[in-house]
């Protein structure tokens, strides 16, 4: 498995926009379908988006659709999460999460990797 170490996130008014980012170590980054979840206090870790190693699958969650673009960059380990629009109700801590088994397996959430949970608070 990965190792994942995320950054960005904060704090940002609704409306506004935030791109998180996750770092992967391991040469075979490349394999692995990349996706982000999130978790608000008292609620269940949700799923938010996927993309596979290529790139060529990007799956959203409702919620994020038409807002919040995944994608990666095999050449540098590289997965973001660009948020836009952002809304109060997407204040939650992010995940990370990435699987060699592929997208599904990712969406499940069952991913073998997950990095730290990083904040993102959106204020009205």
């Known amino acids: 498995q990965v190792q994942l170490v995320k950054s960005g996130g904060g704090l940002v008014q609704a409306g506004g926009s935030l791109r998180l980012s996750c770092a992967a170590s391991?040469?075979?980054?490349?394999?692995?379908?990349m996706g982000w979840f999130r978790q608000a206090p008292g609620q269940e870790r949700e799923f938010v988006a996927v993309?596979?190693?290529?790139?060529?699958?990007?799956y959203y969650a409702n919620s994020a659709k038409g807002r919040f673009t995944i994608s990666r960059d095999n050449a540098k380990n590289m997965a973001y999460l660009q948020m836009n629009s952002l809304k109060p109700e997407d204040t939650a801590v992010y995940y990370c999460?990435?699987?060699?088994?592929?997208?599904?397996?990712?969406?499940?959430?069952?991913?073998?990797?997950w990095g730290q949970g990083t904040q993102v608070t959106v204020s009205s």
């Open positions: 999460a990435a699987d060699s088994a592929g997208p599904r397996t990712v969406v499940a959430g069952t991913a073998g990797s």
């Open positions: 391991g040469r075979t980054f490349s394999s692995y379908a």
């Open positions: 993309i596979s190693w290529s790139g060529g699958i990007k």
